[in-house]
């Protein structure tokens, strides 16, 4: 098991930057897949970002060349910076681990709130 706490959420304003944190504790960080989902109001949760222990990398198409996905083995922790915000980035984002890219993460952090008005 590993636990997840995410930070660096808020307010920010349309075209603005943001860089959320998760910072993972436990056993075998480099092991496992890393990723970043988000809710919006009234909406499902879905997928932004992983990045797998070689390095693979996914976003979603709605957030590609805008968001980075990125981690650092030496500190356990995986950053999601996103820049150019909108206000459909509006959602509560979720860091998660898991085993495979093919399969949902199997651990979820608490969430951050992140929303994107003027």
């Known amino acids: 098991q590993v636990q997840l706490v995410e930070s660096g959420g808020g307010l920010v304003q349309p075209g603005g930057s943001m860089r959320l944190s998760c910072a993972a504790s436990g056993s075998s960080f480099s092991t496992y897949v890393m990723g970043w989902y988000r809710q919006a109001p009234e909406k499902q949760r879905e997928l932004v970002a992983t990045i797998a222990r070689g390095g693979t990398i996914n976003y979603a198409d709605s957030v590609k060349g805008r968001f980075t996905i990125s981690r650092d083995s030496t500190k356990s922790t995986v950053y999601l910076q996103m820049n150019s915000l909108k206000p459909e980035d509006t959602a509560v984002y979720y860091c998660?681990?898991?085993?495979?890219?093919?399969?949902?993460?199997?651990?979820w952090g608490q969430g951050t709130q992140v929303t994107v008005s003027s």
């Open positions: 998660t681990a898991g085993s495979s890219s093919s399969r949902p993460p199997t651990n």
